[in-house]
């Protein structure tokens, strides 16, 4: 079945360490790829977004993200992490050949320790 | 300023009782969308429009209705609404479907 999958439903990271979120997708086609931040008692924000070209996207807030084709991935980073980064963070696709669509992974909930 | 907003933000009710959420935006944008967020679920699509007087299911759709007579109006009605639909419900739009969404504050049903 088509999904996507964010593998870690809670990460805790010291600030100023470094940062990896997952997402994988299962789609046939390359989809379009973005990942979006939401923080307690918020609407969601997008952080960056994947369509074509370049693997490695640069978004706001210092995250970037990197698509791997191979792998069916789109795992987003930060070199250092900020207290005020502490949220719940998407995966989201758009499936190609359907636009009209958005699927989400689970979520992810960043926890920055002091 | 560019937004999204939805009305009401809280409301709880109860079974039975019909009621509406209304979504509006001011970005003149084509595509807009319902979602509902449940713990461990992450968001899942409701409805979305493409245009006006143009809906289509999205992946939860059972217990909804949508209409989109206006562009920049996408209310979302429960006829009757039932304790499985307690959530957190989004709307978002974007200049085409496909782009990246922008997200309305979400309202927070509860029906009893």
């Known amino acids: 079945a088509q999904s996507v999958t964010q593998p870690d439903i809670h990460i805790t990271v010291s600030e100023g360490a470094s940062l990896e979120l997952r997402c994988n997708y299962s789609y046939g086609a390359t989809p379009y790829l973005f990942w979006y931040v939401q923080s307690p008692g918020q609407g969601l924000q997008l952080l960056l977004k994947y369509f074509s070209g370049d693997t490695l996207v640069q978004g706001i807030k210092g995250f970037e993200a990197e698509f791997k084709r191979s792998q069916s991935s789109f795992n987003l980073r930060k070199p250092s992490v900020h207290w005020s980064d502490a949220a719940e963070y998407f995966c989201?696709?758009?499936?190609?050949?359907?636009?009209?669509?958005?699927?989400f992974g689970q979520g992810t909930t960043l926890q920055v320790k002091p | 300023e560019a937004q999204v907003t939805q009305n009401p933000r809280y409301l709880i009710t109860v079974t039975g009782k019909k009621l509406t959420v209304t979504c509006s935006q001011n970005?003149?944008?084509?595509?807009m969308s319902w979602y509902r967020q449940d713990p461990g679920l992450g968001l899942r699509q409701i409805y979305y429009?493409?245009?006006?007087?143009?809906?289509d299911k999205g992946d939860v759709p059972e217990g909804y209705k949508v209409s989109r007579k206006e562009k920049r109006n996408f209310p979302l009605i429960l006829e009757s609404p039932s304790p499985n639909q307690t959530s957190l419900y989004f709307c978002?739009?974007?200049?085409?479907?496909?782009?990246?969404?922008?997200f309305g504050d979400g309202t927070r049903l509860s029906i009893l």
């Open positions: 989201a696709v758009v499936p190609s050949g359907n636009t009209g669509k958005l699927i």
């Open positions: 429009s493409m245009n006006v007087e143009v809906t």
């Open positions: 978002a739009s974007s200049p085409q479907e496909g782009q990246p969404q922008h």
């Open positions: 970005m003149n944008h084509e595509y």
